[in-house]
């Protein structure tokens, strides 16, 4: 009897633990983003009182009272939420930045008010962009001496011996990521790969010369005023990072017992990421003046440091600066240490600003 004594107040104390730990929030399904430009006038916010455990899992929603604040004030006094859904159907946006956020409460079975808060919500609304239409790409690989450098990044960094036939098989396969991983990234704006260069087309020059600093280049161009440029891509900084420095193997989780097709993987990525970077620099990302660009038009880490923003993640964010992008975010790995893939993609607030200006 007593042991059961002692297991039911241990129980009872950690009854009161997850009472404690219970979270109430105002959560915002509407919109699904929570940190992007727009040109629109107005905006609907809808979401829910929610409860999540101790351990951050969803438990709940409540019906409940919402107060909605723009930029520090209230949009409107408390809204009753006769469901469990409330929904601000057309909120206006200032020119510039709205901070969204505020408070939501319900009453509890003894009718004591419990409160929460919404987690903060970054639109910016701009007057100055237009829809420039399409933006044709050429990846031009002309250089061959770019060949002789990726079959290197694969012998140098791979157990297995090559024939000349699968060796050319994989500069092809490589060459052929580099393409999927470029559509991926500019999926949901009108980027368009073309085959030949031309007046209105964007040529990404990927170059053969023997050097070991910038891994590419680009012209920054807001709003994309001009269609015709040249971004280059130099392969062999990616060699002398990967053979010479043997950075590939020290830095990563990459091992010379890889299968080929997980090098084609790495090296692909790496180099799309890159291509697809450079580009995104001569389509207006990320301007210091007019997106909130630092470190040489790259997503700033100052500006996420003080505010409600996610702009900057060490890499996996693809205009992050060069000098703070790791090498793995650069492969398309979580981290250092292991395999676990997480895709470098452009942050929410660049994908708007691509998808409002190639439409
Ligand atoms: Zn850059």
């Not at 107060?67 to 510039?96: I, M, Q, R």
């Not at 620099?281 to 505010?307: F, K, P, R």
Request: aromatic letters at 10%.
């Amino acid at each position: 009897m007593k042991n059961l004594g002692q297991s039911t107040r241990l129980l009872a104390v950690l009854l009161m633990l997850s009472g404690l730990g219970a979270t109430f929030k105002g959560c915002v399904y509407n919109p699904v983003q929570k940190d992007y430009l727009t040109t629109s006038g107005t905006v609907q916010l809808q979401g829910t009182i929610a409860e999540f455990n101790d351990a951050g899992k969803f438990v709940k929603n409540y019906p409940g009272q919402v107060h909605l604040k723009k930029n520090g004030a209230f949009v409107s006094d408390w809204k009753n939420t006769d469901g469990t859904v409330w929904d601000y159907p057309s909120v206006a946006l200032s020119n510039g930045l709205n901070t969204f956020n505020g408070d939501v409460r319900f009453q509890n079975a003894t009718g004591t008010w419990v409160n929460g808060q919404i987690p903060s919500i970054l639109i910016e609304k701009k007057t100055d962009l237009s829809n420039r239409g399409e933006q044709k790409v050429f990846l031009d690989w002309s250089d061959t001496k770019t060949d002789t450098l990726i079959k290197e990044m694969a012998t140098k960094t791979l157990d297995k011996t090559f024939t000349e036939a699968e060796l050319t098989t994989f500069v092809a396969d490589v060459k052929n990521r580099v393409v999927t991983f470029f559509n991926a990234a500019y999926n949901g704006s009108r980027v368009t790969l073309v085959g030949a260069a031309g007046t209105d087309v964007h040529t990404i020059k990927f170059d053969g010369a023997d050097r070991c600093d910038y891994y590419g280049q680009s012209p920054g161009d807001y709003k994309n005023q001009t269609k015709q440029q040249t971004s280059s891509i130099y392969i062999g900084t990616f060699h002398c990072v990967v053979v010479d420095d043997n950075r590939l193997i020290n830095g990563t989780a990459a091992e010379k017992s890889d299968t080929v097709a997980q090098r084609v993987n790495d090296l692909g990525v790496f180099i799309g990421r890159t291509a697809t970077h450079e580009l995104g620099h001569s389509l207006g990302l990320t301007d210091e003046s007019n997106l909130h660009g630092c470190e040489g038009m790259h997503n700033c880490e100052a500006y996420d440091v003080s505010n409600p923003s996610d702009r900057f993640d060490n890499g996996h964010y693809i205009m992050d600066p060069g000098p703070k992008s790791t090498i793995w975010a650069r492969l398309g790995l979580e981290n250092s240490t292991t395999r676990n893939a997480q895709s470098p993609k452009f942050n929410s607030y660049n994908r708007s600003y691509l998808e409002i200006i190639h439409n």
